[in-house]
């Protein structure tokens, strides 16, 4: 078991140290903002930290800024917690021999065949946990 456990720490100190991973710490932040956020009494605010502390949902969210979210953005260039208003992600892909232009912000999804004046948006509405596909202000339809 202790032979074991030597092995575990080795991986994991070889995988911490080898991905840079030191970065933004955004599930870490963002679970602060929302602690911070709870209440506006700092004693209410201070007893669910510490309860979340207790609990350990920040060393959980801790440890997969550290393994996991931290080490995508440093090898991949993007944080799939990171994005908020204002972000923007444009992507470029081929289906079936067409190439398309997809502009990802919070929430919204523009798609746009490459060459044409023709798009489509989609914006996803978190309160019904649903896409739309959008006519301007207007919901067209649910997007399955």
Known sequence: MKKRMMKVMAVLLVVITTTSCYGPFRLTTKLHGWNSEVSDKKMINELVFLGLCIIPVYEICTLGDVLIFNSIEFWGGNNPIAMQDGDMEEV??????QKYQIIKTKNNMTVAQKGSEEEADF???PEENKWYHMDGENKLMAVQ
């Open 123 to 125: 914006r996803y509405f």
């Open 92 to 97: 470029e892909v081929n289906h079936k021999g």
